[in-house]
């Protein structure tokens, strides 16, 4: 599973928003590897426009959603410390998807530059890196 991050979810649904962006999250999609975690759903439909959030809200019905606790929460403190104390800075919201992604075995799919920096402190941090013209790519991290 690859949890899709808010980043890539905006480029998705932008009129004008990358092409290459837009292949890869159709590709996850069509292979049924895009997944949803809370954080990301509450960027994502926290920031919709009111006459966009019910049929957004559809799509976050039909996706996989990787479920967290509040161990998770702890651990992501921890995870927010090291990054911190490393000169890393990534807001807490990314932070969070990240350790929920980590503890989960899932690789995320992000436009943004945090989830980049952060994988370079924590190796078990997976990217999921498109194939080919967006197609899904099981064996592709970053």
Same mark, same amino acid.
């Given at each position: 599973?690859? &949890?899709?991050?808010?980043?890539? %979810?905006? $480029?998705?649904? @932008? ?21 949803? !975690?809370?954080? #990301? ?7 919709? @426009?009111?006459?966009?959030? $019910?049929?957004? =809200? ?13 161990? &998770? %929460? ?6 927010? /410390? ?9 807001? %807490?919201?990314?932070?969070?998807? /990240? ?6 075995? !899932?690789?995320?799919?992000? #436009?943004?530059?945090?989830?980049? /920096?952060? /994988?370079? #402190?924590?190796?078990?941090? @997976?990217? +999921?890196?498109?194939? +080919?013209?967006?197609? +899904?790519?099981?064996?592709?991290? =970053?």
């Amino acid at each position: 599973m690859v &949890i899709v991050d808010t980043s890539a %979810w905006i $480029e998705m649904h @932008r009129l004008k928003g990358d092409a290459a962006v837009k292949l890869a999250v159709r590709g996850l999609l069509d292979e049924f590897q895009a997944a949803l !975690c809370g954080p #990301v759903e509450m960027e994502f439909l926290g920031g919709a @426009r009111p006459d966009e959030r $019910e049929r957004l =809200q559809a799509w976050c019905n039909i996706l996989p959603y990787i479920r967290n606790d509040q161990k &998770i %929460w702890r651990k992501a403190a921890v995870n927010f /410390a090291i990054l911190k104390s490393g000169g890393c800075t990534a807001p %807490w919201n990314d932070v969070l998807i /990240a350790t929920i992604a980590m503890e989960n075995q !899932c690789r995320v799919y992000a #436009v943004d530059k945090h989830f980049t /920096a952060m /994988a370079g #402190v924590f190796p078990e941090l @997976r990217l +999921y890196r498109p194939g +080919y013209g967006g197609m +899904y790519d099981p064996e592709a991290d =970053q």
